[in-house]
């Protein structure tokens, strides 16, 4: 079992819908958890960071946190083709090590 | 302006050449990592080093090597590249338990 699972898309939603990405971990020590956004060719660059469970809402990003599931997603509110890019999910491991999900490619139609 | 560099961004060379990619960051960070993404595989992590001369293998290290002298500074070394190893190699950083810092990305080809 990989230690952290996305599904891998492509997950194509129409402008202006709710985007929902899921990812899972293996680790029950992970504390930290982040969402990055990386265009193609570019740097993953840092969108969220959760450390607790329950839901962490920044503009149109909420990042959702259980840890009795092992479960982390990132629901994106009034999709926009400028939000199209992959997304992925990192998780801090107990030995503080980070280790990324493989990353799911959102894509939004006009 | 806190940033993590790396040099060079962009490298074509022949088999066997070695070849050093530099990665400096200027935030006083413990943790330092290597990845390399191919299309469909996500980051895979090469090598980590949480501090100065603590280093320690990721996914994928064979073919690989680093260093970690100086908090700043973490190396990437190809002793004797192959065209397997073509790739975008990013390089990053934080304090541990924190949310990491991106280079910009190195894009190797090797012939």
């Known amino acids: 079992q990989k230690e952290v699972e996305q599904n891998s898309g492509p997950l194509s939603v129409p402008e202006g819908a709710i985007a929902s990405l899921n990812c899972t971990y293996s680790d029950r020590g992970s504390q930290s958890f982040f969402w990055y956004r990386q265009y193609s060719g570019k740097s993953p660059e840092l969108i969220m960071s959760i450390y607790s469970n329950g839901d962490k809402e920044d503009g149109r990003f909420t990042a959702q946190l259980n840890k009795a599931s092992q479960y982390v997603s990132l629901l994106i509110r009034d999709s926009q083709p400028s939000d199209s890019a992959t997304y992925l999910c990192a998780v801090n491991t107990y030995n503080n090590d980070m280790r990324f999900g493989a990353g799911t490619r959102l894509t939004v139609k006009p | 302006e806190a940033q993590v560099t790396q040099n060079p961004r962009y490298l074509i060379t022949v088999t066997g050449k070695k070849l050093t990619v530099t990665c400096s960051q200027n935030?006083?960070?413990?943790?330092m990592s290597w990845y390399r993404q191919d299309p469909g595989l996500g980051l895979r992590q090469i090598y980590y080093?949480?501090?100065?001369?603590?280093?320690d293998k990721g996914d994928v290290p064979e073919g690989y090597k680093v260093s970690r002298k100086e908090k700043r500074n973490f190396p990437l070394i190809l002793e004797s590249p192959s065209p397997n190893q073509t790739s975008l190699y990013f390089c990053?950083?934080?304090?541990?338990?924190?949310?990491?810092?991106f280079g910009d990305g190195t894009r190797l080809s090797i012939l």
């Open positions: 990053a950083s934080s304090f541990r338990g924190q949310p990491q810092h």
């Open positions: 080093s949480m501090n100065v001369e603590v280093t």
């Open positions: 935030m006083n960070h413990e943790y």
